[in-house]
């Protein structure tokens, strides 16, 4: 995300979260290599096509991530869950062999774009 994206996150799928961990760290670029250690926040969902993992990443200019949610909760898709301030990134990990539905690059709509073929 650049700064001109909006930086509310929302939940790729509905589910419950298991996990929500926070890892201090630098704040280089997001799309820095150097970033992996960067501060985080690491949610964990179990949805209806098994675990995801979805991890916001502070960038250079980010001193905060502000989870709304916590673990044990029900989430809907789209349904806000956290926020990250000015540039940073968005990870979020499937289950192996599930075929993302959306490209690299590919222009996604909070809360509407589905991401997996489901």
């Not at 799928?13 to 929500?20: D, E, K, N, P």
Request: charged letters at 25%; aromatic letters at 6%.
């Amino acid at each position: 995300m650049n700064p001109l994206n909006v930086h509310v996150n929302r939940a790729p799928l509905a589910g419950v979260i298991t996990g929500v961990e926070h890892r201090p760290g630098g704040f280089r670029p997001a799309f820095d290599k150097d970033s992996e250690r960067n501060e985080r926040v690491i949610w964990t969902l179990e949805t209806e096509i098994g675990e995801i993992t979805v991890v916001q990443i502070a960038g250079a200019m980010v001193r905060r991530i502000v989870p709304y949610l916590a673990a044990g909760q029900k989430v809907e898709q789209g349904e806000r869950i956290g926020l990250i301030r000015f540039g940073s990134r968005v990870d979020i990990y499937f289950p192996s062999g599930l075929t993302p539905a959306v490209e690299v690059g590919q222009k996604v709509r909070a809360g509407e774009t589905r991401l997996d073929a489901g």
